[in-house]
C-alpha cells in the first residue's frame, strides 16, 4: 500500500515492499503468538524476511498472486509453504494463528474482513485515516483494532517518504469495547535507510537500540461506544 503520487501510474499488482523496520517495531511492541502465520499478499517476502529475523516461533505461509516472486519467496521459504492464488479466491484448510500483511491500495477492507475468517489475529498495514470512514464505522465499532502508529512515514519506493502517516492495525479473537492506540517510538534514519526490503535473506539484524521494552511505549484508550 501506497498514498504517493495518487492519481499517477501506480506500482503493478500495487507492489510496494514493506519496509523491515516497520515490521520490528511492531514485533516488538505486541505479544503475537507464535505457530502457523499466512502473508496473503507475499510479493517478495519482505514481511516474512523481518519477522525471521526477530521470530523463531513461526512458520509461514505465503500466498502472492504473481508467479514471478516465486524465486525471491523460495530463498526464505520450503517451496511447500509458497502458494500462487488469489486470496480472495483461496481456500485454506486450516485457520492461521496470524495473519499479517500490508494489503494492496483499495482492496484493504475485503483483506480484513476475508482475514477475520481465516485467522485469529489479523495484523494489517494500513494509512493512520483508514480509522476515519462512515462506511467502516459499523466495522470499527463492533471490531475495534488495537492501533500501532509508525510515527516515521514509510518509504515503500525507495524514492523518498510516503505522503501519509501508516499504522498497524491489530485484530484479536473475541469481542471487546475498545481497542487502544499505541504510539510506537521513532525509528533512526540509518535503520530506515537500510536495505531492509531487500529480497537477500541476508538483510541486517536489528540493533541492540532496537530492542526496546514495551513499557516505553505511549498507550492511549480509544472512546467506548456510547
Known amino acids: ?130 480509522l476515519a470512514s462512515a462506511r467502516r464505522a459499523h466495522l470499527m465499532r463492533s471490531r475495534p483494532p488495537d492501533v500501532y502508529v509508525l510515527p516515521n512515514r514509510p518509504s515503500f519506493s525507495g524514492r523518498g517518504t510516503d505522503s501519509v502517516e501508516y499504522a498497524w492495525f491489530h485484530w484479536g479473537p473475541g469481542t471487546r469495547d475498545r481497542g487502544s492506540i499505541v504510539v510506537l517510538p521513532p525509528t533512526a534514519v540509518e535503520e530506515r535507510s537500510s536495505i531492509g526490503t531487500s529480497t537477500s535473506s541476508s538483510a541486517s539484524p536489528p540493533t541492540q537500540r532496537d530492542q526496546r521494552p514495551n513499557n516505553r511505549l505511549q498507550r492511549t484508550a480509544l472512546p467506548r461506544r456510547s
Do not use: K
Open 1 to 130: 500500500m501506497s498514498s504517493t503520487n495518487r492519481g499517477g501510474q501506480r506500482s503493478p499488482a500495487d507492489f510496494y515492499p514493506t519496509p523491515a523496520w516497520c515490521v520490528r517495531r511492531v514485533l516488538e511492541a505486541t505479544q503475537l503468538p507464535g505457530g502457523i502465520w499466512l502473508e496473503p499478499c507475499a510479493g517478495q517476502g519482505a514481511i516474512v524476511r523481518a519477522t525471521q529475523q526477530l521470530r523463531q516461533d513461526v512458520s509461514w505461509r505465503a500466498l502472492e498472486i504473481r508467479a514471478s516472486c516465486v524465486s525471491d519467496l523460495a530463498q526464505c521459504l520450503p517451496r511447500r509453504n509458497i502458494e500462487i492464488a488469489d486470496f480472495f479466491q483461496w481456500r485454506p484448510d486450516r485457520r492461521y494463528d496470524v495473519l499479517m500483511t500490508n494489503p494492496p491500495y483499495g482492496s484493504a477492507e475485503q483483506f480484513l474482513t476475508v482475514g477475520l475468517d481465516v485467522a485469529a489475529h489479523v495484523v494489517l498495514l494500513l494509512r493512520l485515516n483508514f
